[in-house]
């Protein structure tokens, strides 16, 4: 009953269409569940745990001064160890950073400054110094970016509306009854299981 009743409700949401305004009221109203998370663009130089132990802060520490000190004059590709990891990522939300730096990595970036090197910022793999080049900040999305999802979620929700509507309607016209099983069924029951 309950899958003809669905059945049915397809055709009724397929026949609604909803406008740019339902949409944009939609998004208004679930903002949170659209928004666009903050993204970090940045360079990283890395300092491998193997290589260096215990003393691979000092040599990271020893690799910033360097890079302060001598400013636009330095080639940044000659410090440090060689990475698999990748040297410059463009803007990338947090989810994506820790997959390739860690946890501990993506939550440090979030605090650093852009436009100039910082660090050491220790991963599970090392220490790196991180030169932010670009960080935005999370925002509303904008309609246009998020139409199909937003459309997906105002349908699934109209679909939901026009189901308990009608079970609602349903219900009104109907009463039901369950019969409670009598105590002497359950006394019967009980004997015929004892041995």
Same mark, same amino acid.
């Given at each position: 009953?309950?899958?003809?009743?669905? !059945?049915?409700?397809?055709?009724?949401?397929?026949?609604?269409?909803?406008?740019?305004?339902?949409?944009?009221?939609?998004?208004?109203?679930?903002?949170?569940? !659209?928004?666009?998370?903050?993204?970090?663009?940045?360079? +990283?130089?890395? !300092?491998?745990?193997?290589?260096? @132990?215990?003393?691979?802060?000092?040599?990271?520490?020893?690799?910033?001064?360097?890079?302060?000190?001598? @400013?636009?004059?330095?080639?940044?590709? +000659?410090?440090?160890?060689?990475?698999?990891?990748?040297?410059?990522?463009?803007?990338?939300?947090?989810?994506?950073?820790?997959?390739? !730096?860690?946890?501990?990595?993506? +939550?440090?970036?979030?605090?650093?400054?852009?436009?100039?090197?910082? @660090?050491?910022? +220790?991963?599970?793999? @090392?220490?790196?110094?991180?030169?932010?080049?670009?960080?935005?900040?999370?925002?509303?999305?904008?309609?246009?970016?998020?139409?199909?999802?937003?459309?997906?979620?105002?349908?699934?929700?109209?679909?939901?509306?026009?189901?308990?509507?009608?079970?609602?309607?349903?219900?009104?016209?109907?009463?039901?009854?369950?019969?409670?099983?009598?105590?002497?069924?359950?006394?019967?029951?009980?004997?015929?299981?004892?041995?």
């Amino acid at each position: 009953m309950r899958q003809k009743l669905e !059945f049915l409700t397809e055709d009724a949401t397929a026949a609604v269409s909803p406008t740019d305004q339902d949409l944009q009221r939609w998004l208004d109203k679930h903002s949170d569940k !659209f928004r666009a998370e903050p993204q970090w663009a940045f360079r +990283q130089i890395y !300092f491998s745990a193997d290589r260096h @132990g215990e003393s691979g802060t000092a040599a990271a520490s020893n690799a910033l001064a360097r890079l302060t000190g001598a @400013g636009k004059n330095i080639d940044a590709s +000659q410090l440090g160890d060689a990475t698999l990891l990748p040297h410059e990522l463009p803007l990338s939300r947090l989810d994506e950073i820790a997959s390739a !730096f860690g946890d501990e990595f993506a +939550q440090a970036i979030t605090h650093l400054e852009s436009g100039r090197w910082a @660090g050491p910022v +220790q991963s599970g793999y @090392g220490w790196h110094l991180v030169y932010v080049s670009e960080h935005t900040a999370g925002r509303p999305s904008q309609l246009a970016d998020v139409h199909e999802a937003v459309q997906r979620e105002w349908l699934a929700a109209r679909r939901r509306e026009i189901v308990d509507s009608t079970y609602s309607k349903w219900r009104e016209k109907y009463v039901v009854v369950v019969d409670a099983p009598s105590r002497q069924a359950d006394i019967a029951s009980q004997s015929v299981r004892r041995p």
